[in-house]
C-alpha cells in the first residue's frame, strides 16, 4: 500500500468526499491560504474553487451557527479551527444546537456539522493556544469526537464523519502531520467507537489518544528489549468509546496505563481508569497509572513546555513501576513533536 503523510491523508479525504457530495464545502479561518491549513485544504481548493473553500472571518462563533444553519438546511459543512482553543467561542452552536438537534426535534435528522480542531504545542505557545480538548467536546451527548493518530485514520475518520448525520469534531495534533503512514487509496470509512490494537503484549496495557499513541510505542520498542510485552491500545474515538477493546486487554494484562495529552482530573483518562473500575474489579494487580499534563496552563518557555508534556520516556517509567522492574536508559528519547515549529 502507497504511503501518504498525514495531512496529505485528510487532503485526500476532503477532495474525494466533495467530488463524490456537491453538498459538502469546506469553512474557516485560512483554509483557502496558500499553506492551505497545515497542507490539509490547498488541493480542494485548486479543485473547487473558493465557492466550495470559504475564508471566513475571525468569528468563531458566527462561524458554527452558519455551519448549524447550512447542515440543517441539507448541506454538509467541513469547519476548520487552527487551533481548538478557539471553539471555546463556538460552543453555544456545537454543543447548545449541532448535538441536541436530534433529540429536540423527535429524532427527524441530525446537523451533520464536521469540525477539525487542530490542538498540540510546538514552540512556547503558551497556555491558551496550546490545549487538547477533546475531554471537554466528548462529555456531552450528541456528539462524535474521535483524535486520529495515523495517517489512515485521519483519512479513513474524515471520511466516516462526512457520511454521517452526527455532527462530529475530529481533533488534529500538529505534532502528526508529517507523520507517514499506509492509507488506502479508496475513501474508505473507518466507524466510530472502535479502537485499534497498535501493537501487541501480555504484560502491560497502555491505552492513548492521538500523538500519545506513537509515544506508547516507542516505549514498547524500548521495553522489548528488556523481555517486557506492552500492548498499546490506539483509543481512536473518544465519543462513542470503546469500551470492550479497553477490557479485553487489561483482562489479559491486569495492568494499565493511560497516556493522554490533557489533564487527568474529569479527563480521558479518568474515563477510561472507571471504565476498568467497573467493568473489571479486582483485575487490576497495581492501580491505574494516569500520563497526563500536569494540573496548571501550559508555560511558554520552551524548556518548561519539553518538561510539561508525557512522553515516552515517562510511560516506560510507568511500566516499570507496575511491573516492578528496574530502570533503562531514556537519554535517546525525543518528544514525537519535537520538530515542530510555528506560528501555527
Not at 474553487?49 to 471566513?56: A, P
Not at 482553543?85 to 449541532?98: H, I, Q, Y
Not at 489479559?252 to 476498568?276: I, K, M, Q
Not at 510511560?315 to 511491573?323: F, H, N, R, S, T
Request: hydrophobic share 45%; with cysteine; aromatic share 6%.
Amino acid at each position: 500500500m502507497r504511503e501518504l503523510r498525514y495531512c496529505e491523508a485528510i487532503s485526500e479525504a476532503i477532495v474525494q468526499c466533495m467530488a463524490e457530495d456537491p453538498s459538502i464545502f469546506v469553512a474557516g479561518e485560512g483554509v483557502d491560504d496558500p499553506v492551505g491549513t497545515h497542507g490539509t485544504t490547498k488541493e480542494a481548493t485548486r479543485l473547487f474553487g473558493r465557492s466550495r473553500v470559504l475564508d471566513l472571518p475571525n468569528s468563531e462563533n458566527a462561524c458554527a451557527g452558519v455551519a448549524v444553519g447550512a447542515a440543517a438546511q441539507g448541506m454538509r459543512p467541513l469547519v476548520v479551527y487552527t487551533r481548538q482553543d478557539f471553539m471555546f467561542l463556538a460552543m453555544d452552536a456545537v454543543v447548545n444546537l449541532a448535538a441536541k438537534w436530534r433529540y429536540m426535534y423527535g429524532n427527524k435528522g441530525g446537523v451533520p456539522v464536521v469540525t477539525r480542531a487542530v490542538v498540540g504545542r510546538g514552540w512556547g505557545q503558551g497556555a491558551t493556544h496550546s490545549q487538547s480538548l477533546h475531554s471537554v467536546f466528548g462529555h456531552f451527548p450528541g456528539l462524535y469526537v474521535a483524535t486520529p493518530a495515523s495517517p489512515a485514520d485521519a483519512k479513513g475518520l474524515l471520511v466516516q464523519a462526512l457520511r454521517l448525520d452526527t455532527p462530529t469534531v475530529l481533533v488534529e495534533n500538529r505534532g502528526l502531520y508529517q507523520l507517514t503512514g499506509p492509507v488506502p487509496e479508496e475513501a474508505v470509512p473507518i466507524p466510530f467507537g472502535r479502537g485499534r490494537i497498535a501493537r501487541h503484549g501480555s504484560d502491560v496495557t497502555v491505552v492513548a489518544a492521538s500523538l500519545m499513541v506513537h509515544e506508547a510505542e516507542r516505549a514498547a520498542d524500548l521495553l522489548a528489549g528488556q523481555g517486557i510485552g506492552v500492548e498499546v491500545i490506539d483509543i481512536r474515538s473518544i465519543r462513542p468509546l470503546d469500551e470492550t477493546i479497553v477490557c479485553e486487554s487489561v483482562a489479559r494484562t491486569g495492568r494499565l496505563v493511560v497516556a493522554d495529552t490533557s489533564w487527568a482530573r474529569y479527563g480521558f483518562s479518568a474515563e477510561v481508569a472507571a471504565v476498568v473500575a467497573e467493568n473489571l474489579p479486582g483485575a487490576l494487580r497495581k492501580p491505574v497509572r494516569r500520563l497526563t499534563l500536569p494540573d496548571c496552563p501550559a508555560p511558554v518557555s520552551m524548556p518548561l513546555e519539553q518538561a510539561f508534556h508525557p512522553n515516552a520516556g515517562r510511560i516506560v517509567e510507568a511500566c516499570l513501576d507496575l511491573l516492578d522492574g528496574g530502570e533503562v536508559e531514556l537519554s535517546a528519547f525525543d518528544d514525537v513533536a519535537s520538530g515542530v515549529v510555528g506560528p501555527y
